[in-house]
């Protein structure tokens, strides 16, 4: 019998077209990564991706419908709107816009109801306090990130598996926080400065209207207090040089310089190194607690890039393993 053989063939139905291929290729042909992407006439590493994301799915439909049977475990009373947006989306694999089509509610065909609808249920169902629960709720949201398309709002989605960064949301924030009005800004200042013996952390606020382009200024750690920063999408540090040194960064490059592929090369991975120690982070970036590890790998190689330039050591592109590049950590 050969590896193909023992998939699970419920499994196996969920694959789309292009990932049955990959892994037909690879366990039925036994072709290398390099042939069977040739043979599909993929890129190296979007073949890649591709048997990655088929052999996640396999490993974890398999394992959930030996378990439970189907989707969505008896004992999980959901809503029929959400199932059945879930059953078109991760079952059949339609596109958000095919599966509201089909739909019988019309609120999912409204994007920003949808959003609402779809973040609460989330919320339900990780609330809820049972192992099915539980399953379903990690199988969902390693779909959403595994799969070739969202299919959570951004408010909720984890990292993606794969190298890919979800630059969409670093935008915003950047748009964000370099964009404020000159009154907002005032206003920001005068609510929030802090001078007192209170343990305190920083924030940095970048505007063309301030003197050198940005500010800090010290804030009162109280939960209340970070809770409305944050809510304004704007980032706090709990050290002063942190602050200055992501202010810097940020208002260097977004109001200052020419911005083309060599500055963006230099100024993105600094810039997710920062963001990610900032003290209200993950509330800002909204990943669950429980699953920061998945965050982690994001950054190991933003990492190891600006040590290698600040060291000077990199006189030419160093050969790195496509798989490394696009899957840190993951199916090892």
């Not at 800004?185 to 305190?200: A, C, F, L, N, P």
Request: aromatic share 12%; hydrophobic share 35%.
């Amino acid at each position: 019998m050969s590896k193909h053989d023992k998939i699970n063939p419920e499994a196996w139905d969920i694959l789309n077209t292009d990932e049955k291929t990959a892994v037909s290729l690879s366990l039925g042909h036994g072709k290398s990564t390099w042939e069977a992407g040739e043979i599909m006439q993929r890129a190296h590493f979007k073949y890649l991706e591709i048997q990655k994301r088929a052999r996640k799915f396999l490993e974890i439909f398999t394992n959930h419908l030996e378990k439970y049977g189907s989707l969505f475990p008896g004992d999980l009373l959901l809503s029929f709107p959400f199932k059945e947006y879930l059953v078109l989306t991760i079952i059949e694999r339609k596109n958000i816009s095919q599966s509201v089509k089909q739909m019988e509610d019309p609120s999912y065909g409204v994007a920003n109801r949808r959003n609402k609808l779809i973040i609460n249920e989330i919320k339900k169902l990780r609330e809820i306090d049972t192992e099915s629960a539980h399953d379903l709720y990690n199988l969902i949201m390693d779909f959403d990130r595994w799969n070739n398309f969202r299919i959570l709002p951004i408010e909720i989605q984890e990292p993606s598996a794969f190298k890919r960064r979800n630059k969409a949301r670093n935008v915003k924030h950047l748009k964000n926080i370099t964009t404020l009005p000159q009154f907002s800004v005032m206003k920001v200042i005068e609510r929030y400065s802090y001078s007192g013996k209170y343990t305190k952390v920083y924030l940095p606020l970048i505007s063309g209207f301030l003197t050198d382009d940005y500010k800090i200024i010290s804030v009162k750690r109280k939960i209340l207090i970070t809770k409305e920063i944050t809510g304004i999408g704007l980032f706090l540090f709990t050290s002063r040089a942190m602050s200055k040194e992501f202010a810097n960064l940020v208002s260097g490059y977004f109001l200052n310089s020419v911005k083309n592929c060599k500055t963006g090369q230099k100024f993105w991975p600094e810039f997710r190194i920062l963001m990610s120690k900032a003290y209200n982070y993950k509330e800002l970036e909204n990943i669950h607690k429980s699953r920061t590890y998945l965050d982690n790998a994001l950054f190991d190689r933003d990492k190891q890039r600006v040590k290698k330039r600040k060291e000077k050591i990199l006189p030419g592109e160093e050969r790195v393993s496509d798989t490394d590049i696009f899957y840190p950590g993951v199916l090892k």
